[in-house]
C-alpha cells in the first residue's frame, strides 16, 4: 500500500477525533487520514474514562477558578498560558460536542449537572454516568466527516528527509506519505505492571517521535489513580473506581473501618490526586489494608459502570467496603509542543495524551485530560488549515519491521517500571531499573524496542530529578526543591537537562522553527 495524504492523524481518541472535526470542518477539501487500531468510537483510552470532562460551566465558576486549581495541582510546572487556554476555551468546545449530539447527564431544568471531583473548588465535571468517556467518544465518531479516510493499522515509524516530515509506517511495511502528521497516540500505562489503561498504550508515539527528532518534556510525571479496584486476576487492566465517587461522598478507610485520608491531608478525600495516592500506598507500607466505602451512594443508579465492574469482579458496593490500589493511570509528561500543537520537527504536530502542553504540570487535576484532547485537538485542526500542503518530500526507503514481541521480554519491563519507577522512587531503585533494562534489550524485538526506549528515557528522567514534586515522589530526596522548578527536556543524542520554568514557548519553538514547520 503506497498512499499520499495532506494530514496523516495517529490515534482515534478524543484527541485524535478532534483534530479530524476542526480541520475538515475548515479545510473540507483536504485530504486526512486517521489512523486507528480499532473503530473510532471504541479506540484508545477515551471510552474507557468515567468521571468526565471538568469546565468551568457552572454560575458560581469561571474560567480564572478553573486555571486556580489547575496550577495548584501542579505542584508549580504548569505553563500559566497553557492553563489559560484550556480553561477558556473549554466551555466552547463542550457546546460544539453538545451541539454534535452528545447526550450528558442533565437537571430537571435541562441544564448540565456538574459533579465534584478532588482539588476542584467548584462542582465543574461534565458526565454521562460514570461513562462519561464512551459517550464522547460516541458522539465525536459518529459525526466523523464523511471525507475521513480510516486507516486500520500501527505507527511502526515516522519517516523523515532531512529534518522534515514526510510520511508514517504502518504495521512494519506499509509507507503512507504525508507533508503533516499529528500524534494522538495516548498514554504508556501498559509499560507498568499495575494500569488502567488499555492494551496498545505502550508509549509507541513518544519513542517514535524522539527517533524523528522530537524533544520529549517531564517524562517521569506519571500520575496513579488512586482507587483501582483490588484483587483481580489481571493488573495489566485493573477496573477504575472513579473519583466523582469519592467527590459525591464515598471514604477511604482501612481495615479497621477508619477513615484515614484526614490523617494525611486536611481535605482527605477530596486532596490532589498525587497526595491521595501517596497516603494510599504510606497507609499500605503501615501495614494496612485500603478500602472505598461507596455504601451510602446510589452506585447501581448512579455509577452503572463501576457497579457492573465490581460485580464481575464479585464485590457488591452497595453491602461491603471495595478493596482499592493505587495503579498507573495518566502520562502528565510527553512530546513538547507549543500552545499550537506544534512539536520542533517540521510537519510533526501532537495533541492528548502524548504531548505535553504544559497545562497538567507534575499532577493533572482530575478530568482536564479529556478537555485538554478538546481543546489541543481543535487547535492543532485550526493551526492546520494554515499550512502549504505542497512542501514535502520524497519518502524514504524503510526496512520492514518485525512486529512480534517477546511477551515475557514486555512483562520484565512492566515489572521494572513498577519498581522502579513507582509511587515512591530512589536513586537506586531507578538505577537497577535501567540496568535490568540494559540486560534486556538485546530480547526487545524491533516493536519491543520502543517500549525499551520509553522506559529508559522515563527512569533516567526520574533519576535526574533530584526532589519530590507532584506525582514524582523520591524517598531520597523527599523535599520540593525550587532549584528543580523547571521541566526536563529530553532532546534526541543530548544527556537530560533542566528546561527554565521561565522559558518562553516563543523561545522553546523558535521563531525560524515553526516558520518552517509550517
Ligand atoms: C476518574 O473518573 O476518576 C478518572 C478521571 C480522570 O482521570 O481525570
Redesign the pocket.
Known sequence: MSDRFDVLVIGAGVAGMSVVHSLLHSAPSLKVGLVTLQVPGQAGATPW???GVAVAWGEDDSPALHTQDTLAAGAGLCRPEAVDVLTSEGPQRIQELLDMGARFDTRSDGTLELTR?AAHQRRRVVHAGDASGREMARALARALPASVRLIYGQLTSILTQGSRVVGVQLDGQHSLAAPQVVLASGGVGQLFAATTNPAGAEGQGLALAFEAGAHLRDLEFVQF?PTALAGGANASNLP?L???LRGEGARLIDETGTAFMAQYHPAAELAPRDVVAFALWQHRQRGHQTLLDARALPVAERFAQVHALCVTAGFDPARQPLPVTPAV??HMGGVAVDLWGRTNVPGLWACGEVSSTGVHGAN?L????LLEGLVFGYRVGQALTGVDFRQAGCLPAVPQLELRQDPLAMARVREILWSGLGLARSQQGMEKGLAALERLRARLSACGSTAHTVASLMLSSGLFRQESRGAHRRLDYTQTSPHWAGHTLLVPGQAVRMQPLQTTFAQEFREDVVRTSV
Open positions: 474514562a468515567q468521571g471531583e489513580h477504575l472513579t473519583e466523582a493511570h495518566y493533572r482530575a478530568s482536564n485530560s
